[in-house]
């Protein structure tokens, strides 16, 4: 019987590296590598440069196009840093970090508080014209001042996400929150930002409704359309292959077709040159003073901007968007290590993921990036249609990112997009996020009448509670002032609303485990791979794990790899170096064909592993 069960393991080992060209540990040729790596910063960016879009008005930024390029210049030069710190020192696997779409709903209900919330630029009723100057030094204080706030918020808040993460508790939280809480929570996020969309979409309907159009016919209709290219295999060296481009870069081929569309237009005279006028917005000759202005080279460091400020407000705001974040994080681990033919991460590296993660917000806010950073899912569909999970790619993506980033011209390129092209993208991606809320859905009883007020309350009261709250925050007199700033920024997240609604309902309320989809939510757990074979170094620590071995204490620690404790999810603290901790509801809808929150679609599983040995 033990000879052949290790038959089987050797078998099943074996499987599993055909699945993929390039394991975590392998090394491609350079210069795949290279073009690899720089593929996975491609997928990517569509997120990472729109996030400061999103806030722009918030942050009081006005037209200044200079400061906009150095706030993307800062957050792709912050997402390189923490891809580069997760996969060398956190989860170790083949992981992209960038912005969170889970830390929009916090900036901008901070920022609506009444000592944010003026800023004469966004007030038309004024004569702009009377106005400091755009850029100049009075204006660039308006916009610095309110990221410093956020940099603030963001660093202190994500201190507790280091804490939940290298003390092992998370799974002892997942305990109590199931797929009725996760849904509103995660649709909140896109439904709540809609009219950001609609602002950048109105002065040009068309241009909006095309550049969604194209994203829709790149992403679905030709999927499954692949481009004949030379391709590399080891063994049999360059050939000829194909490759789903579509598949993978949808949103990219999407916004550079309506971009070059607009420029026909904007040549041919078709799109008024009335600032006023209808459609002026669309113009791809409006803005083309930023890649003069603008610096080349420009390193973003530490106080850029100046010392973060801290306000009990910012950081309560804030810890909604970092719990959203871990809880997508703890998914992601599971469908890379899955669809890169690693092993599933013990507990001890989910701990260390999730604790990194928070690091890594604490140094981009303290660099200067408006954002927190979390796992990029869009990159992990990237790895099921090429078959290459190399760590080694991926960090060299993470280093293209440092250098780009570095290069203020880079990002002032994407300033030039015209706004009802962005619209138009963050309309889809909007709708995207609100999908991945609902899908969790999938695992509940939607034929029971508690089910359905569980899920639809927290929504509908999250739209309209913080929506009053928006012209009338001296509604919430506590009569303390920082007690009112902290309740109103928490109420006014409908985020927030709409999870703490959800969690308090879906736990009080009688109901059966089927009946809230935790049963199906086991079941997945239990289908997870738990081969004790697999080799499991791939997440130890480098440099240092040769001591830790010959130590005894490093197994009391959650976050090395030489503890053993309880799985996750079992009650206990944290997962066993040999045992696969809890499945979350994000790494279920992970598994199931998904769209992560920033927007991207993939497919997983079976689907992927049917497309062709292709790498490029």
Request: charged share 15%; net charge neutral.
């Amino acid at each position: 019987m033990t000879q052949e069960k290790n038959i089987d393991l050797e078998e099943k080992k074996h499987d599993k590296n055909k699945r993929v060209l390039y394991s975590v540990k392998d090394i491609p040729p350079w210069h795949l590598t290279l073009i690899l790596g720089f593929q996975s910063f491609l997928t990517c960016l569509g997120g990472t440069f729109s996030y400061p879009l999103i806030i722009q008005s918030s942050l009081c930024l006005s037209t200044d196009d200079v400061g906009l390029a150095q706030i993307i210049g800062t957050t792709i030069f912050v997402s390189g840093l923490s891809t580069l710190i997760q996969t060398i020192f956190g989860i170790r696997l083949p992981i992209v970090q960038s912005c969170s779409f889970a830390f929009v709903t916090p900036v901008i209900s901070l920022l609506a508080l009444s000592r944010w919330s003026d800023c004469p630029f966004n007030d038309k009723s004024l004569n702009q014209t009377l106005l400091p100057e755009i850029g100049g030094a009075v204006h660039r204080e308006l916009w610095q001042s309110r990221v410093r706030e956020v940099n603030g918020a963001i660093m202190l808040a994500s201190i507790f996400q280091v804490v939940i993460g290298l003390s092992g508790v998370l799974g002892l939280m997942m305990n109590f929150i199931g797929p009725l809480t996760v849904a509103p929570t995660i649709a909140m996020i896109g439904l709540s930002i809609f009219e950001v969309a609609y602002h950048k979409s109105e002065n040009q309907w068309w241009i909006a409704i095309m550049t969604v159009a194209l994203i829709v016919i790149f992403s679905q209709y030709l999927r499954n359309i692949s481009i004949p290219c030379v391709g590399y295999t080891k063994g049999s060296g360059f050939s000829k292959t194909t490759i789903p481009i579509f598949n993978l870069f949808p949103v990219l081929f999407a916004i550079v077709s309506a971009w070059v569309i607009c420029v026909i237009l904007t040549v041919t005279g078709a799109l008024s040159d009335d600032p006023m006028g209808w459609g002026y917005a669309a113009r791809t000759d409006t803005k083309l003073k930023v890649l003069d202005e603008a610096d080349w080279f420009r390193f973003p460091y530490p106080g850029q901007w100046g010392t973060p400020t801290i306000s009990l407000a910012g950081v309560f705001g804030m810890l909604a968007g970092v719990f959203a974040s871990m809880i997508e994080s703890v998914g992601d681990y599971y469908a890379c290590a899955r669809l890169a033919g690693a092993p599933p991460p013990p507990g001890s590296a989910i701990s260390r993921g999730i604790g990194t993660e928070g690091l890594a917000c604490i140094i981009g806010g303290a660099i200067g990036s408006p954002g927190g950073t979390t796992s990029y899912s869009e990159n992990i569909g990237a790895i099921g249609i090429t078959k290459v999970g190399s760590r080694v790619v991926i960090q060299v993506g993470a280093v293209i990112m440092i250098i780009l980033g570095c290069f203020t011209k880079f990002g002032a390129l994407f300033v030039t997009l015209p706004d009802p092209i962005v619209g138009g993208m963050f309309i889809v991606m909007f709708g995207m996020v609100t999908g991945v809320g609902i899908s969790n859905l999938q695992f509940v009883d939607l034929n029971s009448s508690r089910n359905l007020l569980v899920v639809g309350l927290p929504m509908v009261f999250a739209l309209c509670l913080p929506k009053w709250l928006e012209t009338h925050q001296s509604a919430i007199n506590t009569g303390s002032e920082i007690a009112d700033q902290i309740l109103t920024v928490l109420f006014g997240t409908s985020m927030f609303v709409a999870g703490a609604l959800a969690f308090f309902l879906d736990n009080t309320i009688p109901g059966t485990l089927e009946e809230r989809g935790l049963l199906k939510w086991k079941q997945k757990v239990q289908g997870a791979d738990t081969d004790d074979s697999s080799d499991l170094s791939i997440y130890d620590i480098p440099l240092i794990q040769k001591y830790l071995n010959s130590m005894t204490w490093p197994k009391y620690v959650p976050f090395l790899p030489n503890f053993t404790g309880d799985k996750v999810g079992s009650g206990g603290g944290c997962c066993g170096r040999r045992k696969s901790a809890n499945i979350t509801d994000a790494e279920i809808y992970v598994n199931n064909g998904f769209t992560d929150i920033e927007g991207g679609q993939k497919e997983t599983n079976g689907k992927l592993n049917e497309k062709s040995e292709t790498i490029m």
